[in-house]
């Protein structure tokens, strides 16, 4: 199967006194050209990360393609020419932070500000990052797969910190409205709860089902 479906759940209101379950129905389609790796809303326009190299963009309102994020091929072992994969995408203030795959265990990091994609992790940085997400306009924090959260300054060109959570692969990554703390999770099924600014742990939320 090349395309996926994303469903997105609008207008979903339950009575107080529900009792029994109520079906729920999903307010329109959005169909990207590839799988679907991680998506988010900025406003009314909704940003996807795909497989087919590039993060679309939609018109909430409209329901319609209004832009793409274009990223170059990458030449494989095969010497032949493929989409790198969109893993992580997020929005802050105009910019798009993009992570993507290469033909290395290693990952990118991009930044795009509407005119200027700039690589802001390169291969030879040899981090293999998962997911990245805004902490102001000028930080972003991101995970890697040996589940270390390392927190970069843009503007600066360095990381703040770089902290390893535990030994379990990192899974996934969800700030506060305010940005001041962090959950992520692993593998292991614990749940971290952690200060951005410092990556101290808060507390801990043992593993319920893995």
Do not use: C
Not at 107 to 122: A, H, M, N, S
Request: without cysteine; aromatic residues 10%; proline residues 2%.
């Amino acid at each position: 199967m090349n395309k996926l479906l994303l469903i997105i759940y609008l207008l979903m209101f339950f009575t107080a006194n529900m009792i029994s379950a109520k079906e729920i129905k999903p307010s329109f389609f959005i169909e990207s050209k590839g799988l679907v790796h991680d998506f988010v809303i900025d406003g009314q326009q909704l940003y996807v990360a795909n497989d087919e190299g590039s993060v679309e963009v939609f018109d909430l309102l409209t329901k319609k393609k209004v832009d793409e994020i274009f990223l170059d091929p990458i030449f494989t072992t095969k010497l032949e020419w493929q989409n790198v994969k969109i893993l992580s995408v997020d929005r802050l203030n105009g910019k798009t932070l993009i992570v993507s795959s290469t033909n290395t265990p290693y990952r990118e990091v991009w930044l795009y500000d509407g005119v200027i994609l700039k690589q802001i992790v390169k291969v030879e940085d040899r981090i293999s990052v998962k997911e990245a997400r805004f902490v102001a306009e000028d930080k972003f924090i991101y995970g890697s797969l040996s589940y270390e959260m390392i927190l970069y300054n843009i503007g600066d060109d360095y990381n703040s910190y770089k902290k390893q959570v535990e030994q379990s692969s990192f899974e996934d990554l969800e700030l506060s409205v305010d940005k001041k703390t962090m959950v992520t999770s692993s593998e292991s099924g614990e749940i971290v709860l952690s200060e951005v600014s410092t990556g101290k742990i808060i507390k801990k939320f043992p593993p319920l089902n893995l």
